[in-house]
T-cell receptor
Framework: AQRVTQPEKLLSVFKGAPVELKCNYS??????LFWYVQYSRQRLQLLLR??SRESIKGFTADLNKGETSFHLKKPFAQEEDSAMYYC????????????FGAGTRLAVHP | GAVVSQHPSRVICKSGTSVKIECRSL??????MFWYRQFPKKSLMLMAT?????????EQGVEKDKFLINHASLTLSTLTVTSAHPEDSSFYIC?????????????FGEGSWLTVV
């Protein structure tokens, strides 16, 4: 089955510490991977997508097809990074529906 | 960026009644819209994919007769929860796919809280 796995429900770090939010996918084809962020009381926002290979707000993510992973990283966490982060993937077939992982709450402490 | 708007943001209805939630793409045309359900502290569960002018594609386990989806135009999709029960109480989120600009991008609405009493 097509699945996106985020093993950590909560990641708690101190300001300035490195952050890595893990994401693995299960799909034998060529998925498109995304990271979405949801700040408190706000709607989901696209953070980045693997095809863009860009860095947004200091976050980067590299698609590793061998490990079927798309981990989100930031070298120095900021308090304003505290939010829910969802890894998501589109799978071919039909209308490229977006499937979400369970989400990881990042809490950055001062 | 592109905006997706949902209405109402909060609705309370009595058990047994039906309630409609609208999802509009305000500044782009969306041939495909998606409806999700999110339980407290849980992830988004895809309910169905809505395509303009055709029947929605429902995910396994989602009752299509209970959750009616209509996508009558390129900017509007509606979700109607029929004969609502308290267990239908949830946060419903829609998203819309924009095919312009930098490619296929999915934008999310702000969500609609449904409480069935």
């Amino acid at each position: 089955a097509q699945r996106v796995t985020q093993p950590e429900k909560l990641l708690s770090v101190f300001k300035g510490a490195p952050v890595e939010l893990k994401c693995n996918y299960s799909y034998s084809g060529s998925p498109e991977l995304f990271w979405y962020v949801q700040y408190s009381r706000q709607r989901l926002q696209l953070l980045l997508r693997h095809i863009s290979r860009e860095s947004i707000k200091g976050f980067t993510a590299d698609l590793n097809k061998g490990e079927t992973s798309f981990h989100l990283k930031k070298p120095f966490a900021q308090e304003e990074d505290s939010a829910m982060y969802y890894c998501a993937s589109t799978f071919s077939g039909g209308y490229n529906k977006l499937i979400f992982g369970a989400g990881t709450r990042l809490a950055v402490h001062p | 960026g592109a905006v997706v708007s949902q209405h109402p943001s909060r609705v309370i209805c009595k058990s047994g009644t039906s309630v409609k939630i609208e999802c509009r793409s305000l500044d782009f045309q969306a041939t495909t819209m998606f409806w999700y359900r999110q339980f407290p502290k849980k992830s988004l569960m895809l309910m169905a994919t809505s395509n303009e002018g055709s029947k929605a594609t429902y995910e396994q386990g989602v009752e299509k007769d209970k959750f009616l989806i209509n996508h009558a135009s390129l900017t509007l999709s509606t979700l109607t929860v029929t004969s609502a029960h308290p267990e239908d109480s949830s946060f419903y989120i829609c998203s819309a796919r924009s095919s312009g600009g930098s490619g296929n991008t999915i934008y999310f609405g702000e969500g609609s809280w449904l409480t069935v009493v």
